[in-house]
């Protein structure tokens, strides 16, 4: 059985090359790895080496020649006491070929789920009905119920982060949390987001269900790599064997005069990202309700707090099993002229806004995203259906931000039922400033809404 | 854990029978020598058909091929239980032949086929295997050592004894994140051995350009973490080496590193003409270090096995890798239906 020896490709856009030289001559011997002959492009010269042994029988492409096609044969080896496996060995399919369909699958290929379209977003269930009276509690001891809870219900499940343990949390967030689960699920770390994202979702893949504290969001832009790439992306690119059940979380967006380092909105940067989940709670019942929900996901999830948010006090359902859907937005405020739609901190200026604008006689909706990725588009369009206008609230910069994809799906979705294009409040497009005069310029306020909201509504 | 010479089933050599042949270290079996030649051989003839393969056009992308580095990966998995975790960069089919995942899977990822590891959307740098407990290939440089450090702590978490064994190159031993892994691992005595292939490029950048100091072994002592160099060409050198690294992380004492120094004879990836580095250095390397050729000639040198047996041994891989290829050019091209699946974890 003899085996031809195809000029090989260098790099995946190359289609030919010159044959610079031969190293072997008919009759040589030839062992597996040994080169043969070198090929010649614009970019590069390289060796290239047998795969098959055997014996030189004839040269096809002397050397010197030029623009020699990629998997033309250029030399012929001749078996020597070959296997019939191997002498059954076809001759190499060139690239064009299509591949042959054969049954055989590799033993520990996982089962695959075969759906025909992109799927649509399930619309998850409708919140029930919660049992028992509601607490009034701030959207801190909210989060901490939520962790302690979850952390009660699963061994799996610890927090780490930096200052989370001995110091109390650096927002108090974890206070307490330590003296109940003890050092081995509170774990103090060091200020490395890079490194402890990284051994976070390692943790994961192992098993675990980390809840990784960022101080704040602006730092884990260190660990953003570990995020995405290993975070986010692993799940498909494993074909679905590998699993990353882990929460990062911590403030996102403005705090208050600490400037443009410490005052950023990554809202749109994650949303941006197929495989991860991103929630953004504004009230306490919404902190509680879906940081148990994120815990408790196989998938990897941001989870966007907010620094201001953290004193406030909103009533939360007393119910032991109280947990929110992922993926589905809350009408705060039920509205028959204009739709509001806002997250996180933006909730309670869209609220403001609305009383303003009733004051002037425009009855206005205002709809809670909570969650960012899934995104609730049927609840907006069900809304605009009715208001037929639509303003966006977000606290990040505009340009490619939450409102502009907002736009764009009801362009998509809702564009036969809108009166008015689409406005969208958002942060100014500069850094954020430190000036307390200036601060309050570049962020947007309630009048700002109460502004958009009448421009939509001609009022 | 490398185990006394135990009786030796198939050895055609009659030799051997009557008295233990010297191989100069007593821990290790004829059997056993045999069984780390043939794992060496079969990733070296399995990243010679990739090789092929790419040139043919039927594997795209980057393909970092591991020849020459064979005896760093089939050295250290002599000494691992179970349960212990594997994870490496992107330069990993060695890994998992070594781990013991399927050749026909493996080559059928890199083709882009459904019958791959990952189904055919992870590629060469992407592939898992929860059930060898290896847990990939990694795309980004050093992106692999946290994730690795945290495998170990999920092992000290559960106390079940298993440790980590990250590899990374000598390209990514100067990374941040190397380092805020090495601090926490030393700092929660975490049961990891970092395995730094130091094949003296990253790249095309050598070790003595990119790194203050050469000695990586050394790169822990800030943390307090003991390190060693090893012969990476030598796969006896590399398992003894290997044996007391994962015993020390094995019995609590924390990480644990060793630089391995070893050549990879292709260039970084395939479409590197390797012009960095001289034809002499490569081919010093080829004829005079290389690690299948070594433990070829102990095992000859020993009687454990004759010119007949090396070729039994050389057919038998030859068949598995021919199957491989022939698997990974014949299993279809994943449906469009996956285009959409694996995204998310339905709850």
Redesign the interface.
Known sequence: MSTQV?M?????TMTEGKLAKWHVKVGDEVK??QVICEIETD????E??A?DEGTVAKILVEEGTEGVA??TPICVLAGEGE?A??AE?PA????ADA????A??????PK????????AVAAPAPEPEWKGGTQHITVREALREAMAAEMRADKAV?LMGEEVAQYQGAYKVSQGLLDEFGA?RVID??I?E???????????????KPIVEFMTFNFAMQAI??II??AAK??????????C?IVFRGPNGAASRVAAQHSQCYASWYAHV??L?VLAPWSAADAKGLLRAAI????PVIFLENEILYGQSFDVPEDPDFVLPIGKAKIERAGKDVTIVAFSIMVGKALQAAEELAKLGIDAEVINLRSLRPFDTETIVESVKKTNRLVSCEEGWPFAGIGAELSALMMEHAFDWLDAPVKRVAGLDVPLPYAANLEKMALPQSSNIVEAARAVCNR | MAKPATKPKDDPSPAKAKSPPNLGDNSISPDELKAHYRDMLLI??FE??A??L?????I??FCHLY?GQEAVVVGMQANVRDKD?V?TSYRDHGHMLACGM?P??VM?EL?G??????????GSM??????KSF??G???VG?Q???????????K??GDQNV?LTYFGDGSANQ??V???M??AA?WKLPVVYIIENNRYGMGTSVERASATTELYRHGEAFGIPGERVDGMDVLAVRAAGEKAIEHARSGQGPYILEMQTYRYR?HS??D?A?YRTKEEVDKFRNERDPIEHIRKRLLDAKIVDEAGLKAVD?EI??IV??A???S?????P????L??????E?
């Open positions: 195809l090989p490709a260098l790099s995946p597996s790895g970019k590069a010269t390289m290239v080496e795969v990629v998997n296997s496996a191997d060995t190499p399919a060139a690239k591949p042959k369909a054969e055989a699958k590799v033993e520990e290929k695959a789920d075969t759906p025909t379209v992109a799927p610890f081995k770390t060091p490395t890079h490194g402890f994202a990284g051994l976070g979702v390692g943790a994961a893949f192992g098993g675990l790599d570990q790439n290993s692993t799940h498909y690119m494993s074909g679905g064997q590998m699993t059940p197929p495989g989940r408790r996901d196989p998938n | 070296r003839r010679e058909r090789g092929q790419y040139g043919m056009g039927l795209g992308g020849i975790a994870i399927d026909k899977g059928a083709t086929r459904s019958g791959g590891y990952s189904k055919g959307k992870g992407h592939m898992f295997s929860r059930e847990y990939g990694h795309g980004i992106a050592v946290p994730i690795g450090t945290g495998l170990a702590f999920a092992h978490y559960n980590s941040g994140q380092y805020e892994a601090n926490m700092l260039g395939m479409s003409p012009k057919t030859r068949k021919n199957d290829a022939e698997f050019q014949h299993s279809p091209e449906d469009p239906s996956e959409w699946t694996d995204i998310l974890v709850a």
